[in-house]
Structures are given as C-alpha cells and as structure tokens.
C-alpha cells in the first residue's frame, strides 16, 4: 500500500510579493539541475503595482491578492498548491506576508510561522537570543512612554550610553545613540511621535513597541547563511559594514559594506560559532538567514537575525566569488546543497549615500566624474531634486547607491576615496 501520494506537477516555484530579474535567472538555472522545467508564480498584493518586465515574460504566472483576507489569499493559491515546489521572498517588510503564506502550501517544507514571526520583532528576537546565549546578545529593556518612572529604570537596568530602535523596522530607521537623561526623554518621545507613522509607511512588523538596549563598541559586520530543513547551515562570505556613524553622522545607517573582509581564519569561525547560536536559539530551518554582528571586546555579539537574503548580497557575493546567492536560496528550501565556489575574484563595495542635512533635494554633483571609474558597476539614483532627504535615524531612505567592484583591493579603496570626494549631494 502505498504510504505518500504525489499529486500535481511540483514544478512552479512561489515568489510572494516581489520578483526580481536575479530570481527570474535562478529559475532557469535551477531548472537545468533538475528533470523538469521549473517555472515561476508571483503572488502579488493586490494593491501593488506590477513591474512591466514581469508582464511581459510569459512563463510567469502572476497572482494578486489581499493578504489582510486569509479567504482571499487561500481561493487564489488553491488552484497551484498542488504545483509549488518551494517559496520564498525578498525584503523583511514581506516576511509577515510570507508568514501567510505557509499554512497554504502544507506540500513544502518551509520555516515555521512561529519562528518568522520571531526573527521580525526586534524584542521577541533579543529576548530568544539572551534565553539561549547571554553571552551573544546585548542586555534591553522596553519603553512604551517617556515618563520618569521608565527613564529611571532603563537608567538602572541598561545605563548610558544605550541605543533606541523600534522592534519591528530595519534598515537603522529611527535607531539613535543616547548618552544622558535628557538626551534619552527627548529620543523616546520623537520615536513615540514618529513610529506609528512610519510603522505605516515602512510596512513595520508586529505592534509598534521601543527597544533599549546597550551600546555596543566595536566593528560591524553581516553575514548570510543557508540552513536546511535538519538545521545543517552553509555560510556565505562574511561582509564588513561601515555605519553612517563611523563617517560622522549621527546615524547607524550602513554607509559601506564591502566583501572579502580582513578577518582571519579564527576570528571567521567565531563569527560563524555566534551566527550559528542565533541560528539555533531562533528555530531557523529551511531558510536563508541574514545576520548582522558585532566584533566586540567582549566577543561577537548578535544585532539582528532575519529570515530572508540581505540587502545587495547577490551583487556582492556575484562579483566577489561567483557565487549565485538567489539560485542558492532556492536550493536550500529542497534541502539542496548551496554552490559556494571558493576562488576570491575581486573586492566589492555597496556605498549608501544620505544627504549631510536634512531638506528638499535640490542637485547631485559629481555623478559625471564617478561614472568613468573602473571600478563602478552601478549607480542608481533613489531621489530626484524635489524630493525630502531625511535622516534613517528620522525614517528616510538614501539618495542613492553604488556597486562597485575591482580585483585589486587597493584599486578598489582609491575608487572608493573618490567617489567620497566628488560626490556632494545638495539640500536647500
């Protein structure tokens, strides 16, 4: 007798609101691995606007739905969930969206709901994070108001100077440093004013909630992981972030990220031992993990664990290894081993540029003269003049970014020197 039936066709891979042309190119590659030809279905918000070149690619199926009505979302997925061979998505804004998901295609062999839920709230996170390791998480508390009875506890139970960040937003959006009383009332109550409209407007995960948490010297980095279904992870290359502050802003903002990193051997593996702890203490499987760290005196310490490929990684990991971080996520939801070549091609930077002042921008200077380096492999300008240039430390978002890439890393440095000495970004 037999014990499992197949039904449908299990060839159709599941993008949930968001499809990128790297994924459209892992499709076709994954499909050369594998019998049958794979193809990809995109299920989009309803209210969001669907990119031309997806309309035009006839071997996409495209969904739209209201993720708020579980009825709708079900009666639209019911006619392809026999077919989805996997899912996956961009973005932690989307992370509760494919929360959603899940429970509709009990074929795949996901992340659980619980653990997607844990790794998008900042507080639930560091709470899990603390419970299994103290030693990889920095101590916090939670403020919901900025009375003198909460300043004096987070006085008491964290001390100066401490960080303040929302629970449920990335991208360092309103993340400032406190260094005494009044600096702290006067945060609480801007990131009390300010954070229900940007939870809105940056789609925030989970209710609005204020973490404080200790300030931790010492240098960033990130790195992606790959984790199977039994929880075997495959590390990506690490990844140094330079932050805003570091360039003196008063902002955490990361400014730089630049990849293959200095670090030795040992000093890798620990960042892999403190990223895998993470990994563990939140549930993580079936999954691409981005984690972001810090090298501390103390040891490395765990900032952030999400459930999703990081920011600009594919670029990053392209250039420097070759490695294709988008077909690899799609491997490791099937249990797939990741393809991780080993050979270092070059060094990669990603600069994010925020204007030094908040205003309307009015020009951007130097863009001629940053176009002919050779090391530039893109520009792409996020603001036109006009628009409001705000801090992430106020929820804005940068003017623009820039790859670049060179295989000789003092090449790639003096690149780097010159785009920070022609560029000048003009407010008014």
Same mark, same amino acid.
């Given at each position: 007798?037999?014990?499992?039936?197949?039904?449908g066709n299990?060839?159709?891979i &599941?993008?949930?609101?968001?499809?990128?042309?790297?994924?459209?190119?892992?499709?076709?590659?994954?499909s050369?691995?594998?019998?049958?030809?794979?193809?990809?279905?995109?299920?989009?918000d309803?209210?969001?606007?669907i990119?031309?070149?997806?309309?035009?690619?006839? $071997?996409v199926?495209?969904?739209?739905?209201?993720?708020?009505?579980? $009825?709708? +979302?079900q009666n639209?997925?019911?006619?392809?969930?026999?077919?989805?061979?996997t899912?996956?998505f961009?973005?932690e804004?989307?992370?509760?969206?494919?929360r959603?998901?899940?429970p509709l295609i009990p074929?795949?062999?996901?992340?659980t709901? !619980?653990?997607?839920?844990?790794?998008?709230?900042?507080?639930?996170?560091?709470?899990?994070?603390?419970?299994? $390791?103290?030693t990889?998480?920095?101590?916090?508390?939670?403020?919901?108001d900025a009375?003198?009875?909460?300043?004096?506890r987070?006085?008491?139970?964290i001390g100066?100077? &401490?960080?303040?960040k929302p629970?449920?937003?990335?991208?360092?959006?309103?993340?400032?440093?406190?260094y005494?009383?009044?600096?702290?009332?006067?945060v609480?109550?801007?990131?009390?004013?300010?954070?229900?409209?940007?939870?809105? &407007?940056?789609?925030?995960?989970?209710?609005?909630?204020?973490?404080?948490?200790?300030?931790?010297?010492?240098d960033?980095?990130?790195?992606?992981?790959?984790?199977?279904?039994?929880?075997?992870?495959?590390?990506?290359?690490?990844?140094?972030?330079k932050?805003?502050?570091?360039?003196g802003?008063? $902002?955490?903002f990361?400014?730089?990220?630049?990849t293959?990193?200095?670090?030795?051997?040992?000093?890798?593996?620990?960042?892999?031992e403190?990223?895998?702890?993470g990994?563990?203490?939140?549930?993580m499987?079936? !999954? !691409?993990?981005?984690?972001?760290?810090?090298?501390?005196?103390?040891?490395?310490?765990?900032?952030?664990?999400?459930?999703?490929?990081?920011g600009?990684?594919?670029?990053?990991?392209e250039?420097?290894?070759g490695?294709?971080h988008?077909?690899?996520?799609?491997?490791?939801?099937?249990?797939?081993?990741?393809?991780?070549?080993?050979?270092?091609?070059?060094?990669?930077a990603?600069?994010?540029?925020?204007?030094?002042?908040?205003?309307?921008?009015?020009? /951007?200077?130097?863009l001629?003269?940053?176009?002919? +380096?050779?090391? /530039?492999q893109?520009?792409k300008?996020?603001?036109?003049?006009?628009?409001?240039?705000?801090?992430?430390?106020?929820?804005?978002?940068?003017?623009?970014?820039?790859?670049?890439?060179?295989?000789?890393?003092?090449?790639? +440095?003096?690149?780097?020197?010159?785009?920070?000495?022609?560029?000048? /970004?003009?407010?008014?």
């Open positions: 007798m037999a014990l499992y039936h197949q039904t299990q060839n159709k &599941l993008f949930v609101n968001g499809f990128s042309p790297a994924q459209r190119a892992a499709v076709d590659k994954y050369a691995l594998v019998p049958d030809k794979l193809s990809p279905i995109v299920l989009y309803h209210k969001k606007e990119p031309s070149w997806v309309k035009e690619d006839k $071997d199926t495209i969904l739209t739905a209201d993720f708020t009505d579980i $009825d709708d +979302l639209v997925m019911k006619p392809h969930v026999e077919d989805i061979l899912a996956t961009l973005g804004y989307n992370a509760p969206n494919f959603k998901i899940i074929n795949c062999v996901l992340p709901e !619980t653990s997607l839920k844990w790794t998008t709230e900042k507080i639930k996170m560091r709470g899990l994070l603390r419970n299994y $390791d103290k990889i998480a920095p101590n916090f508390a939670v403020a919901s009375t003198p009875e909460t300043i004096e987070l006085e008491k139970k100066y100077p &401490l960080v303040v629970s449920g937003l990335a991208a360092s959006l309103l993340v400032s440093i406190c005494h009383r009044e600096e702290l009332e006067q609480l109550k801007q990131t009390i004013k300010k954070m229900n409209q940007i939870y809105k &407007l940056k789609k925030g995960r989970g209710e609005p909630a204020i973490l404080v948490e200790e300030f931790m010297e010492g960033m980095y990130s790195i992606d992981a790959y984790v199977n279904a039994r929880g075997v992870i495959y590390f990506a290359p690490l990844v140094y972030v932050t805003g502050r570091e360039i802003f008063d $902002d955490f990361g400014y730089m990220r630049m293959p990193t200095q670090l030795n051997a040992p000093h890798t593996e620990e960042a892999q403190a990223a895998t702890k990994i563990k203490a939140l549930g499987r079936s !999954t !691409t993990c981005h984690i972001e760290l810090m090298r501390t005196e103390k040891g490395w310490k765990v900032i952030e664990l999400g459930p999703r490929i990081g600009n990684r594919h670029d990053m990991y250039l420097s290894f490695i294709d988008t077909l690899n996520d799609l491997l490791i939801r099937n249990s797939r081993k990741p393809i991780l070549p080993k050979k270092v091609k070059g060094y990669t990603v600069m994010e540029f925020y204007a030094k002042e908040e205003g309307k921008l009015q020009k /951007i200077q130097g001629f003269k940053i176009e002919v +380096l050779s090391s /530039i893109r520009i300008v996020l603001k036109e003049p006009g628009d409001k240039c705000t801090f992430a430390k106020s929820g804005g978002d940068p003017v623009l970014r820039i790859v670049l890439f060179d295989p000789i890393r003092s090449n790639l +440095l003096a690149d780097i020197r010159r785009v920070e000495q022609y560029l000048k /970004i003009i407010v008014v």
